[in-house]
């Protein structure tokens, strides 16, 4: 069975820092482009940073870069996000996804998901 599962969510106070984990099994997540994206309440879902398969490129937000850092272990089968400097309204759900095209691609096209983590930031 093919599954992504996030994890490292939590409270935080703001200016802290979190690492966020997509994890899989069935698959290997190098072959893949892995998104994260994040839901707030009441918000539409959004892209937060990609990387692209075998060690390629990454794209990160705007509202996110310099903060927030996207990297792969491949040894571990895992996709990392390093989210420093956190702010209130970074406060969401935040969901990775895998797309075999290898590509950064609209988070329509992305093949899997993982059920989301909740990242809180408050004081």
């Known amino acids: 069975q093919l599954q992504l599962v996030e994890s490292g969510g939590g409270l935080v106070q703001p200016g802290g820092s979190l690492r966020l984990s997509c994890s899989a099994s069935g698959f290997t997540l190098d072959y893949y482009a892995i998104g994260w994206f994040r839901q707030a309440p009441g918000k539409e879902r959004e892209g937060v940073s990609c990387?692209?398969?075998?060690?390629?490129?990454?794209w990160t937000a705007d509202s996110v870069k310099g903060r927030f850092t996207i990297s792969r272990d491949n040894a571990k089968n895992t996709v990392y996000l390093q989210m420093n400097l956190l702010k209130p309204e970074d406060t969401a759900v935040y969901y990775c996804?895998?797309?075999?095209?290898?590509?950064?691609?609209?988070?329509?096209?992305?093949?899997?998901w993982g059920q989301g983590t909740q990242v809180t930031v408050s004081s």
């Open positions: 996804a895998a797309d075999h095209s290898g590509l950064c691609v609209a988070q329509d096209e992305y093949d899997y």
């Open positions: 990387i692209r398969s075998r060690r390629g490129s990454t």
